[in-house]
């Protein structure tokens, strides 16, 4: 595959990408500085469930949801290869998917003259514990970097191996996160509509090579399609368990003043390249406004497109930096000036500062919670390690449930993972209560019992600080 109208790359774009990588690292790192282990819940039950594709040898085992297994299974065999430790995985590798997101980015976007511009607003992309991003590793952060490579692929090539890369990247996006491949869809249908006038063999093309992969889970997702078509033709009430962020704060308001300079100039410039990026925005922003103003869409599109559109604004941001680096004064102020250039760039200079230092401090102060602390990974470590398999069920503070299987391959009772529900309350009834409603162990079949409040049971067995063993 040729690639037309190859740009080379300037030399001094290699040195001002190093500290935006650097950046793009540092900021995914945050959750991570000072906690070794994944901190959103979605990390705990993703680590789980990559761990029990391995031990099952196939993608049909009990909990395990279809449309998400590429991504466990990507994740199972690169440990299994790699021997990294899935705390290192999970603690490191956010960071280097982020900085792989970013260059694509700068792959996209260099063709039309903004690619540093553009990769250094994708790295202010927040992750919050409410809508996520790229700073954990999961489903939609590894999807992220597909999108800016497929708008690369439909912007810049019309040959079928271009239509068969897509296909195959909209196949992945499917296996391991559907949500981002719809996403996918929508943000590159306005570059689809635009080229039907003049290029109507690529428009098909793309639209192949989108729309095909989704006629392949058919059967698994068929059951799907009432409730989906229900949610969009009926309101739905907003969550309440997510505190949801006010994205124009979250992600700057700097950022965001380059986001609108970068949409005037671009549609000044014109073209469906430039259309394409400014109306995919737009059809996400409408789905945005339509799911938070009159409740009609999927919960879950409303959620993760929060993301998607702040990595297009960044795009576009780039093309405002780039405006204001390479903006003419007229003549006669030019000679006023003496050294125009020179003015242009420390203003430019000047607002990247700015920018990062109104941003960076936001993104530092970002509260998230930790599921489990030193003590309690240590405990679930020798839990896996020495307690055999006889003992498969337990019962533990239900917040900490998810990270207990994860770690041990063990059974629990309950578990929390967005709300509080009834059994978790009986798990914090038993356990406040000394553990002693042995009948209640036995009907449930718990054979292990993990808390730091002790247990007052004769049938328990403390066999290691705060783990009991019900005696047979």
């Given at each position: 595959?040729?690639?037309p109208?190859v ?115 994708t ?45 195959i ?42 729309i ?5 889970p ?72 339509v ?6 869409g ?16 960044g795009?576009?941001a ?62 679930f ?10 003992y ?81």
């Amino acid at each position: 595959m040729t690639l037309p109208n190859v740009q080379k790359i300037p030399k001094s774009d290699y040195l001002i990408l190093l500290p935006i990588m650097a950046l793009a690292f540092y900021l995914a790192f945050i959750p991570h500085l000072n906690y070794p282990y994944p901190v959103h819940v979605d990390e705990w039950v993703h680590l789980a469930s990559s761990k029990a594709l391995m031990r099952a040898g196939g993608v049909t085992f009990p909990g395990s949801f279809l449309l998400e297994v590429g991504f466990h299974l990507f994740w199972g065999v690169f440990q299994t290869i790699s021997g990294i430790s899935w705390m290192d995985i999970f603690r490191y590798f956010p960071s280097i998917i982020f900085i792989i997101t970013t260059l694509s980015v700068y792959i996209l976007a260099q063709r039309e003259g903004f690619g540093w511009e553009a990769a250094l607003f994708t790295c202010l992309i927040p992750t919050t514990v409410g809508i996520l991003g790229p700073a954990f590793l999961l489903p939609m952060a590894m999807g992220l970097l597909f999108i800016p490579l497929s708008l690369f692929l439909a912007f810049n090539f019309r040959t079928g191996w271009a239509y068969l890369t897509l296909f195959i990247f909209t196949c992945f996006l499917l296996t391991i996160h559907a949500p981002t491949a719809v996403g996918l869809v929508i943000i590159l249908v306005p570059y689809i509509l635009l080229n039907l006038k003049g290029s109507f063999k690529h428009s098909l093309g793309l639209t192949l090579a989108l729309i095909i992969p989704f006629l392949a889970p058919f059967p698994w997702i068929f059951h799907m399609l009432l409730p989906t078509a229900e949610s969009l033709l009926s309101p739905q009430p907003l969550p309440t368990y997510i505190d949801l962020p006010q994205v124009v704060k979250t992600y700057g308001y700097l950022p965001i003043m380059f986001y609108l300079l970068g949409t005037f100039l671009l549609a000044i410039k014109g073209g469906n390249k430039n259309y394409g990026l400014i109306f995919g925005l737009l059809a996400l922003l409408v789905m945005l406004v339509v799911y938070y103003t009159f409740h009609y869409g999927v919960e879950i599109m409303y959620f993760r497109s929060l993301t998607y559109m702040m990595l297009l604004m960044g795009i576009v941001a780039g093309a405002g930096l780039m405006g204001v680096r390479k903006f003419r004064l007229p003549v006669r102020f030019s000679a006023w000036l003496k050294a125009p250039l020179i003015i242009q760039n420390i203003l430019c200079l000047a607002l990247i500062a700015l920018t990062l230092i109104m941003v960076i401090p936001e993104r530092q102060d970002t509260p998230y919670y930790h599921m489990i602390d030193r003590e309690d990974y240590e405990a679930f470590v020798w839990i896996k390690d020495n307690v055999d398999e006889g003992y498969d069920k337990a019962i533990l503070d239900p917040w900490k449930a998810t990270a207990f299987t994860a770690v041990t391959e063990k059974e629990i009772y309950t578990r929390i993972h967005t709300a509080p529900t009834a059994k978790d309350n009986e798990a914090y009834a038993f356990l406040n209560n000394g553990c002693t409603n042995t009948t209640f162990l036995r009907e449930n079949g718990i054979s292990i019992v993990y808390t730091k409040k002790g247990c007052q049971n004769p049938d328990l067995v403390e066999v290691r600080k705060n783990v009991y063993l019900l005696r047979e």
